[in-house]
């Protein structure tokens, strides 16, 4: 990164779903080394209609954004439902744990936060209800 910058396209990532069998779900794209961020990243969901992410997650110190690019669905934070549409952003502070659920038109979203190595836990099966 010679000149200050770096550029690659989303679909130039590797697609971590894939990765650890979870297609069914969609696609989650995780950017930060590719290009060569150090304090910040960006994830791209394109999550397939009803499907959640398969587990919750916090972070200690870390905020995050959810920015919805297109379709709808849900975010559960905490014990809170929010309902998702283009367009809409939300804000999760640090310890509230949030997870993701694609509506009828599927959800396409970028989720962006700072880093700090060892932040976030995942938790198995933590929204439970049905769809």
């Not at 959640?52 to 297109?70: A, D, K, N, P």
């Not at 014990?79 to 959800?107: F, I, M, Q, S, W």
Request: proline share 3%; glycine share 12%; charged share 30%.
């Amino acid at each position: 990164m010679e000149n200050g910058y770096a550029k690659i396209n989303f679909d130039d990532v590797k697609d971590m779903n894939a990765e650890y069998g979870m297609q069914e779900v969609g696609e989650a794209r995780y950017l930060r080394d590719d290009v060569g961020a150090e304090s910040v990243g960006v994830t791209l969901y394109r999550m397939k209609p009803g499907k959640r992410t398969g587990f919750g997650h916090r972070h200690e110190q870390v905020e995050e954004l959810y920015i919805v690019l297109s379709g709808g669905g849900r975010i559960k934070i905490d014990d809170d439902l929010v309902e998702l549409r283009p367009l809409d952003v939300v804000r999760v502070a640090p310890k509230h744990v949030r997870e993701l659920e694609a509506g009828a038109d599927g959800l396409e979203l970028l989720a962006t936060g700072g880093h700090i190595a060892g932040d976030g836990e995942m938790i198995q099966n933590w929204w439970t209800d049905p769809t």
